[in-house]
């Protein structure tokens, strides 16, 4: 037996390799619940109506999903260039942190105050990542470790603002940074929710994404240089100039997704406030084939586990970190699923 | 100022220096010899905290201390298995396939804790490894309590370092392994499986990172606690490119970063109004500037992230 590279990808087969993984991964993960002492189905019955059993449930899932799609867009874009970005955390609370500290004294009506901010935050992402890259393309040293590295220093860099300059002296001695200015609250989409504009941004940047990756020469140009760089640079594709832009996008992404978290639900800094989202953005990206499209499907998918599991822990006492575990497996299975659909299997 | 430059002067000081370097020095190898046989391990860090919870477990269950080694090894080697499979027969993104182990290990070992310890309650403790001290050499001015009161996995990841940098320079397994990294189809030609050896080298080398991550709660800590890996793992991934790939310099590496650590730990306290996170800053800047530094003349194993396929070019 050996694979085979297949002449053409069937479009079902596109569509059929995510929910195979995920179906995989819920499998694999209901061992582990049923060693909790818990009834697998049972659990994900509890799972389901905890993301989307009520309207409430359904906004939180929303809520959730929207620093998903901004970060898993982030990784998408850049895994599709094989610009290991892993650094999704780091830009989130850099963005966030910005967002706070300029938000908390702008002088600006509500809505300029607010496309600034998102800029600002923005802005902060993409130079977070234009370093690695830089280093990756002046002195060859590999980004997948300076961006993990600077996740760390970020986090760090976060806790002593907020300790420090940037300490909300409201938040009795809670470490929490000053909070955005109320003006520059994201509105809420549905009343008396957490669920805010911050969803419709998020969209309108997958569109964009989408648009860019398409229907562009850029766009072109990142694809080509991710799948054969020496062919890429001898059609006369800028190799440096397109990994990074596509850093820059990549970077922006993630730190927007930070701006409109801090806007949108939390309204201060704290170093708690992303349970994951950068890494999990990765796997977001992964479900979704590294496609725009995907990755609102594939964050949906992964808010609903996430909001899911706390649920789930709450009725049956099975340990959240169960999310986790569905999220990491339906990673791995993903890998495997696309092994299949890029190749067949021949008998030699 | 003076203040800064005596506690250079502090013997444990140097003994911290060891210490906080030995799960690093199980991290490096493992990830070395990973990469030698031409094969990215990015599982590490969850590879890491697997062992340091699958230690830890095995010994608050009631076995010895060197079970709780043996188990924890074990389950690294599972988790390097999984890695392998994927990514050498299978072929699959050495990158995705390591994160994704990375992901899976630490929520499995978190999941896997949190069934036995729940939120909130105080986390349990074993009794960990003790000093042990080399009869004779122990007494040793300065020397002595520094080199020879260690506890005995310290040990174990010093001859650790010496096994392989033999096992890698001098055996026909090392060279086998070195031309599985540089030219695997030369390795098939010499009638060898490049194949098995990568499996064998990756799920050996899971192994020696686990030993890591036990060190954490079996010796250098009492207990288990989610984050506490802390991105060794990375920064062990960082260390094998600053060794050139070889494990004698792997020690160096290992011990003039646990050096900064120590010595940062206690400048904290000698030093005053300067926030904390700085101090705890200064390692991951440090490895990232070490790998500014080396990356120009780095030798980066010919065949590494390269799948091997049989009769593929």
Request: positive net charge.
């Amino acid at each position: 037996m050996r694979l085979e590279r297949r002449d053409a990808v069937p479009l079902a087969l596109v569509a059929a390799a995510p929910l195979a993984a995920v179906a995989a991964a819920l499998a694999l993960a209901a061992g582990l619940i049923a060693a909790a002492g818990v009834n697998p189905l049972t659990a994900y019955a509890e799972m389901l109506r905890g993301a989307l059993g009520s309207r409430l449930a359904v906004t939180e899932m929303l809520t959730r999903a929207t620093p998903l799609i901004l970060t898993g867009l982030a990784a998408a874009v850049a895994f599709r260039t094989r610009l290991w970005n892993i650094g999704g955390e780091g830009q989130f609370y850099m963005g966030a942190l910005v967002t706070a500290w300029i938000g908390h004294a702008l002088g600006l009506p509500g809505p300029m105050g607010i496309a600034l901010l998102m800029v600002c935050g923005m802005a902060t992402g993409a130079v977070l990542l234009a370093g690695p890259a830089a280093l990756r393309l002046r002195f060859g040293v590999d980004e997948v470790v300076t961006t993990l590295l600077l996740n760390f220093i970020v986090i760090l860099f976060v806790g002593l603002m907020i300790e420090g300059p940037l300490r909300d002296p409201l938040a009795f001695g809670w470490p929490q940074s000053v909070p955005v200015d109320g003006d520059y609250r994201l509105p809420d989409l549905i009343a008396r929710t957490r669920l805010h504009v911050g969803l419709l941004v998020a969209l309108t940047a997958a569109g964009i994404v989408w648009l860019i990756l398409s229907r562009t020469v850029f766009g072109v140009e990142t694809r080509a240089a991710g799948l054969n760089p020496r062919a890429a640079a001898f059609a006369g594709i800028p190799l440096p100039r397109t990994i990074l832009g596509v850093a820059l996008i990549s970077g922006a992404l993630a730190g927007l997704a930070g701006s409109v978290e801090v806007m949108g639900v939390t309204g201060g800094v704290t170093t708690t406030m992303s349970p994951g989202f950068g890494y999990a953005g990765i796997v977001v990206a992964m479900l979704a084939g590294l496609h725009p499209a995907g990755v609102v499907a594939a964050a949906l998918f992964v808010a609903t586990v996430f909001v899911g599991a706390d649920a789930m822990g709450r009725a049956t006492g099975v340990p959240s970190f169960i999310a986790d575990v569905i999220v990491a497996l339906s990673l791995l299975t993903m890998l495997v699923a696309l092994l299949f659909t890029t190749y067949r299997i021949r008998r030699s | 100022m003076t203040e800064a430059l005596d506690l250079l002067w502090n013997t444990s000081l140097w003994a911290a220096v060891l210490r906080i370097a030995t799960p690093l020095i199980f991290g490096v190898l493992g990830a070395l010899l990973c990469e030698r046989a031409g094969v990215l391990n990015l599982g590490i860090e969850g590879i890491m905290t697997m062992g340091a919870m699958v230690g830890w477990l095995t010994v608050y269950l009631g076995a010895d201390l060197w079970t709780g080694l043996a188990v924890a090894a074990v389950s690294g080697a599972v988790m390097g298995l999984l890695h392998a499979l994927l990514t050498v027969p299978l072929g699959l993104s050495q990158h995705v396939s390591g994160l994704g182990i990375t992901l899976f290990a630490s929520a499995l070992a978190y999941y896997l804790y949190r069934l036995i310890v729940t939120v909130g309650e105080t986390p349990p403790t074993i009794t960990p490894f003790q000093p042990l001290a080399v009869p004779g050499l122990s007494d040793l001015p300065v020397v002595g309590p520094i080199l020879f009161a260690q506890s005995a996995p310290t040990y174990l990841a010093l001859a650790a370092v010496a096994v392989m940098a033999w096992v890698l320079a001098r055996t026909p397994l090392g060279l086998a392994i070195r031309m599985t990294g540089e030219n695997p189809h030369a390795v098939e030609a010499q009638g060898l499986n490049p194949v098995a050896i990568r499996i064998g080298a990756v799920v050996a080398g899971s192994a020696l990172m686990a030993l890591g991550g036990a060190f954490l709660t079996m010796a250098a800590f009492n207990s288990f606690f989610p984050g506490m890996v802390q991105g060794r793992g990375w920064i062990c991934i960082a260390l094998v490119v600053f060794a050139s790939w070889r494990p004698g310099k792997a020690l160096v590496g290992a011990l003039l970063f646990a050096f900064f650590d120590a010595y940062q730990l206690r400048l904290q306290t000698a030093v005053e109004g300067v926030p904390y996170q700085l101090f705890l800053m200064a390692p991951y800047v440090l490895s990232i500037v070490a790998l500014i530094v080396v990356a120009r003349r780095a030798r980066v194993p010919e065949a590494l992230m390269t799948p091997y396929r049989r009769g593929e070019r």
